[in-house]
Each structure stands twice: as C-alpha cells, then as structure tokens.
C-alpha cells in the first residue's frame, strides 16, 4: 500500500523489525542525547530522488542529504552522516515503515544504534523529524521536484534549521551558540554533537538571509 507516495506496509513486513513498543521509556521523555528519528521526505512520484531527514530528539539537530528511494541509498546516506558523530550521541534510531528502511539490521550494526518501527501510520511517534519535516515543506511544498534541487540548496536547507530560534527547552537555542550547556526540564546538560556547543540562554547571532537567495 502507497502512503505519501512511498510504499507503507499496513502490519510491517520488514524483516526483524523491532516495535516501538520496545523502545525504552526514556526515548520518549528525552533524557539522554543520541535518540534520533529518520524519514524521507517526497516530491514528484515521478523523482528519483528522496530527501533524507533525519533528527536528534533532544537538540534537534537536523541532518539532510539527497538519495535515491532505494533501501541501499536510504541506508549508505544515514550510515554516513550519523558517523561523523560520536559513538556516545548515537543511542537509538526510529523509522517508519516505508520500504527504505528494509536494511535496518545494517544501519544498526554500523552506527552501534537500536532500531525501532513506529505502527503503521502512526506518524506523530516520530513527532521530532515530522515537525522537521514540517518545517523542510516550508521551502519544498508537496510536488515540487526534488530532482531539481542541488546539494548546495540542501546545505542551505539544513544551515537554516540548524540556526532557527526554538522555544523548546527553557529559553531560546539554535546550532551556532557560544555558550557550553543547554538546559533541558531542570538539569544542566553539556552536549556537543560533532564539535558544535549548545546553549538554552544565548541570543541568536546572525541571520541567514531570505530563502529565496538559494545559491
């Protein structure tokens, strides 16, 4: 069955697919750092190419990158972007059901992560990447082509989210911060992801410009 033009399985018929419903409980109450969640994001039915999306529970560090629809290009793309992290933020990974993400046991071998399935169509369990996503359509409304797009727009795309102002922990926070920690329902928590600091208290520094400057 098709959803969102990819194709969904009403009960997962993915190989080994762990439920959600094993997933620890401290996922969903954000406590450590490493809980990530991974999509595609479509455009055209007619594309060959997918935008993958996948976010960090906590931070909300968001990763982007062109791929293919396959499961191969939807696995090579996540196993080399959450590498450049280290080891101790890479703690667990959820997906949905779509045929792309079929090589699940690789992606956990690779990154050392555990891989949970959200219930089918059962998209607010993955509530971080679908508000990315969300955001992402802001800029690639459904059925623009994807195919048009280059790699330098998406590392605009993903500059962008990364600097956007949040009001989710107790203050405002974006990547590009000065100060060391971030606070997050009370407790002080030092988090650097591949070099970059977060701070709940500092001011956003600098602006990107308007979307439509895309080079």
């Not at 996948?54 to 939807?74: F, N, P, Q, W």
């Not at 048009?148 to 998406?154: G, K, P, R, S, V």
């Not at 405002?172 to 208290?201: D, E, F, M, N, P």
């Amino acid at each position: 069955m098709k959803m969102g033009g990819r194709r969904v399985q009403r009960a997962s018929k993915i190989s080994n697919a762990v439920s959600i419903d094993q997933r620890p409980g401290a996922v969903a109450l954000r406590q450590e750092i490493g809980l990530w969640e991974t999509d595609n994001v479509i455009g055209k039915q007619t594309d060959k190419t997918a935008l993958s999306v996948t976010a960090e529970r906590i931070t909300r560090l968001t990763v982007l990158s062109l791929t293919g629809k396959s499961t191969d290009a939807k696995t090579k793309v996540v196993i080399k972007r959450l590498t450049t992290f280290p080891d101790r933020v890479r703690i667990t990974l959820t997906a949905d059901n779509g045929a792309e993400n079929t090589n699940h046991q690789e992606i956990a071998k690779k990154l050392g992560v555990s891989v949970f399935f959200c219930h089918a169509y059962h998209s607010w369990e993955k509530g971080t990447v679908e508000n990315t996503n969300g955001r992402i359509r802001r800029h690639i409304p459904k059925g623009m082509s994807i195919d048009t797009i280059t790699e330098n727009q998406i590392k605009t795309l993903e500059h962008h989210l990364n600097s956007t102002l949040r009001k989710s922990f107790k203050g405002y926070v974006t990547l590009h911060t000065k100060r060391s920690c971030h606070q997050i329902r009370s407790s002080r928590v030092c988090c650097c992801l591949s070099g970059i600091t977060w701070s709940a208290t500092s001011s956003y520094g600098g602006t990107l410009g308007s979307w439509s400057s895309w080079e």
